[in-house]
């Protein structure tokens, strides 16, 4: 579904590369957590699936596609199989939840009778049910990133990326948004998700991969936030290699083993009432025992568990509050110029860099052997994308002719 073969990426004016010859392969289906260092190279690695960057060196396939031969002009439509969500929501602040999610569709050009019927079914899924005519601001931040979740999967994606969507909210909420995405990964959605909550990844037990300066250090099924055995050689020595292995695999079934144990005390003090607080020894991090022999475990900043496995254990089901059933509004004019409009994006900011360095593949790959000064030029332009464009609906510089043509709808 997703794979890197030898991949580099080096920003320009960068000494360092940013990934460096990753190689890994990422199946239909799978729930995958990237952790690291903060500058690990974590969001590159999802703006390199989402081809909001080029790699410098390798090949990427997406969904049997190589990016490296889709044109600019046909990477909004490889992008409408993806949802996105990030950490700091991106909601239209002036338009109603349902304008929101609605958004996503009317850009790509869905009747009226789908949008009608989509809408309110994804609210729905993401415990937004009745919730529809609301403004974000009238939303907690888990409610707006349930909004956000709602928007990135209405159109069916077969794939989500998740950059720290948990960054920004408290960590029971945070928990809760994790049910949320296991269920969507349980209907299907391959879901890659970048975090530094060692709790949340603690407590799932997805596949972990782990990056250091650009360097895939641990790829592991399963795993925890923290390395077990440390970082797994990268030299070609074949039986230290086959020695890590083994090593992580009897760490991973005496974790496995512990993990049963916690499960089992849960389900036993499920049966009893909940009680209002949390000992401090449960909510300390376990210590990671590094194995005899190995490298001791590499140190990743921002570490702290704020999501404990007690709030992951004890997320309540979606909270849903009855409210008047949603009525169809017919804002498709307003939408489609809010989808049109130009958003100013501070200089300096990381959308903007973003946008610039798409620019810089946009101009790559168009080949159109563009000047310095015409170059400058467009990425000047970028300073400006539509929020259609910065959600990847919409090739950068509008509509075109043949944009609404082709059948890009829901894939199951
Ligand atoms: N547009 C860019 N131009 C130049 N260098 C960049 C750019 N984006 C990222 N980098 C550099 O690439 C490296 C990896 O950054 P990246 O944002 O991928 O890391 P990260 O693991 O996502 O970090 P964080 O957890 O802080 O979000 C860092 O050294 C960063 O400074």
Same mark, same amino acid.
């Given at each position: 579904m997703i794979r890197f073969d030898s991949v580099t990426k080096t920003y320009s004016g960068q000494a360092k590369p940013a990934l460096n010859d990753i190689g890994v392969e990422i199946l239909r289906g799978e729930f995958v957590f990237l952790v690291g260092a903060s500058g690990s190279g974590k969001s590159s690695f999802l703006r390199l699936i989402l081809k909001e960057e080029k790699p410098s060196k390798g090949t990427i396939h997406v969904l049997g596609q190589n990016l490296g031969s889709i044109s600019s002009r046909k990477v909004p439509y490889f992008r409408r199989d993806l949802g996105v969500v990030f950490q700091d929501f991106r909601l239209l602040r002036d338009k109603s939840v349902y304008e929101n999610v609605a958004f996503t569709l009317r850009v790509i050009g869905k009747s009226r009778g789908y949008i009608h019927t989509a809408v309110p079914e994804t609210l729905k899924l993401v415990g937004l049910d009745g919730k529809g005519k609301r403004m974000p601001h009238e939303l907690s931040g888990g409610e707006q990133q349930r909004v956000a979740i709602a928007r990135a999967i209405v159109n069916k994606p077969q794939i989500l990326? &998740?950059?720290?969507?948990? %960054?920004?909210? !408290?960590?029971?909420?945070?928990?809760? +948004?994790?049910?949320?995405?296991?269920?969507?990964?349980?209907?299907?959605?391959?879901?890659?998700? &970048?975090?530094?909550?060692? %709790?949340?990844? !603690?407590?799932?037990?997805?596949?972990? +991969?782990?990056?250091s300066a650009g360097d895939i250090v641990r790829d592991e099924r399963s795993a925890g936030y923290g390395s077990v055995v440390g970082t797994l050689p990268v030299d070609d020595d074949a039986a230290a290699a086959a020695a890590a292995v083994a090593a992580a695999e009897a760490a991973n079934a005496a974790l496995l083993h512990e993990q049963h144990e916690r499960e089992a005390k849960a389900a036993a003090a499920a049966t009893k009432p909940k009680r209002a607080s949390r000992s401090k020894k449960q909510a300390e991090p376990e210590p990671i025992a590094p194995v005899v022999g190995m490298d001791a475990p590499e140190t990743i900043t921002a570490a702290a568990p704020k999501v404990t496995p007690e709030m992951m254990q004890q997320s309540q089901p979606l909270y849903v509050?009855?409210?008047?059933?949603?009525?169809?509004?017919d804002a498709a004019a307003e939408i489609t110029?809010?989808?049109?409009?130009?958003?100013?994006?501070?200089?300096?900011?990381?959308?903007t860099d973003a946008a610039a360095s798409?620019?810089?593949?946009?101009?790559?790959?168009?080949?159109?052997?563009?000047?310095?000064?015409?170059?400058?030029?467009?990425?000047?332009?970028?300073?400006h994308l539509t929020l259609a464009e910065r959600l990847g609906l919409r090739a950068p510089g509008g509509p075109r002719e043949g944009d609404d043509d082709q059948e890009v709808g829901p894939t199951r």
């Open positions: 990326l &998740a950059d720290e969507p948990t %960054g920004n909210l !408290d960590p029971v909420t945070s928990a809760g +948004i994790m049910t949320l995405l296991e269920r969507i990964n349980a209907g299907g959605t391959t879901i890659i998700m &970048a975090t530094h909550e060692a %709790g949340i990844v !603690d407590e799932m037990r997805r596949r972990v +991969i782990e990056l509050e009855p409210e008047a059933t949603d009525a169809v509004t110029a809010a989808a049109t409009a130009s958003i100013e994006i501070p200089r300096g900011s990381k959308a798409a620019s810089t593949v946009d101009a790559v790959d168009d080949a159109t052997s563009a000047t310095t000064g015409e170059a400058d030029a467009a990425a000047d332009a970028k300073q």
